[in-house]
């Protein structure tokens, strides 16, 4: 499946800074996700969003504000990130209402630099 | 605790050999599903194979297999034939709760895979 995009797929930005990560999925879906995926670490699940409404917050800081204005399309708007900030961010989206089933099909990733 | 362990931080197979790849889960929830990703190094995740916890039958999709053991609680990846495209980091996942809709994955740390020639 190769229905969902990101961009950038590269970003470098300063503390300072204030930016946004898109994901656009083709596929039909209706959940959309942000994941972070540092180094060494397992990815974490940040957002969650189903039928544009945030179904979870996995304490993220506030400094990441994600905004869904439809089932197709999910930002995360940055501001004043710290270097440790420094990441892969994947974007995923399922069908969800389906019995068991609900796989999750993720875009390329936006590799975040913050100096 | 975690819930998702997959001991073995990096794994060498030779071309057209078999390998499998460990994972281990932690549930006191019924439904659940178990997916595997594949993770090139270009960073998409690419999902290649899932088990229900109430499935009967190990899954299985082309060369992808999952040995389900459920009472142990391991959910291994089998890649028969391997191929040097095969190379990447692969991640064992697992769903909570699968008749709710929308809920996360949980993911282990990732095997990283590399075949030679």
């Known amino acids: ?115 | 605790a975690q819930k998702i362990t997959q001991t073995q931080p990096g794994m060498f197979v030779q071309e057209k050999e078999a390998v499998t790849l460990d994972c281990t889960y932690d549930t006191s929830d019924p439904s659940y599903g178990l997916f595997w990703y594949k993770q090139p190094s270009s960073g998409e995740m690419i999902f290649l194979i899932y088990q229900g916890s109430y499935d009967q039958q190990n899954a299985t999709e082309g060369r992808y297999s999952l040995n389900f053991q459920k009472a142990r609680k391991s959910a291994n990846l089998v890649i028969s034939a391997s191929q040097l495209g095969d190379s990447a980091m692969y991640f064992c996942a697992m769903r909570e709760g699968i008749l709710q809709a929308g809920t996360a994955l949980i993911f282990g740390k990732g095997t990283t895979l590399s075949v030679s020639s």
């Open chain 1, 1 to 115: 499946e190769t229905g969902v995009t990101q961009t950038p797929r590269h970003l470098v930005m300063g503390m300072t800074n204030k930016k946004s990560l898109k994901c656009e999925q083709h596929l039909g879906h209706n959940a959309m996700y942000w994941y972070k995926q540092s180094a060494k670490k397992p990815l974490e699940l940040m957002f969650v969003y189903n039928f544009k409404e945030q179904t979870e917050n996995n304490s993220v800081p506030s400094r990441f504000s994600p905004e869904c204005p439809n089932s197709s399309h999910l930002f995360l708007h940055l501001h004043t990130l710290q270097p440790e900030d420094s990441a892969l961010y994947l974007c995923a989206s399922s069908r969800t209402g389906t019995t068991g089933v609900e796989t999750q099909y993720f875009g390329p990733g936006t590799r975040l630099l913050v100096l």
